[in-house]
């Protein structure tokens, strides 16, 4: 797995994290297969454990608790030591009047663009 994240074939569209106990899983990350394995190939969207101190755990499910809360990767990448690291944050969904808002401004820069191109 780490050698298809060198080669930049890890894809988080869809990844979020959850508790199992006391530890942090992150689910719906797609790592691909290492193109160069020969027989052994891991499973792409495995659940993966992250590892952090008890106190950073004990903080993020704290906060990750609170309704509205998701805990979800940010950017993976390799430190200088050739760990693969995950940066994660806590992030809250829109409510439906913002989703209103955000699609109203989409459609009139949609809007602007094709006026533009005559």
Request: charged share 35%; proline share 1%; glycine share 6%.
């Given at each position: 797995?780490?050698?298809?994240?060198?080669?930049?074939?890890?894809?988080?569209?869809?990844?979020?994290?959850?508790?199992?106990?006391?530890?942090?899983?992150?689910?719906?990350?797609?790592?691909?297969?290492?193109?160069?394995?020969?027989?052994?190939?891991?499973d792409i969207k495995r659940d993966r454990v992250l590892l952090l101190q008890k106190k950073e755990l004990?903080?993020?499910?704290?906060?990750?608790?609170?309704?509205?809360?998701?805990?979800?990767?940010?950017?993976?990448?390799?430190?200088?030591?050739?760990?693969?690291?995950?940066?994660?944050?806590?992030?809250?969904?829109?409510?439906?009047?913002?989703?209103?808002?955000?699609?109203?401004?989409?459609?009139?820069?949609?809007?602007?663009?094709?006026?533009?191109?005559?």
């Open positions: 797995e780490i050698k298809s994240i060198r080669q930049g074939k890890a894809n988080m569209t869809d990844a979020f994290c959850t508790f199992v106990g006391s530890s942090l899983y992150v689910r719906n990350l797609h790592i691909s297969e290492y193109s160069h394995s020969s027989f052994y190939h891991h004990r903080k993020i499910k704290m906060k990750g608790e609170e309704k509205g809360f998701t805990i979800v990767p940010l950017r993976i990448f390799i430190n200088e030591r050739g760990f693969a690291k995950m940066e994660i944050a806590l992030a809250q969904g829109k409510k439906e009047f913002d989703k209103r808002d955000s699609i109203k401004e989409r459609d009139s820069k949609r809007e602007l663009d094709r006026a533009m191109k005559f």
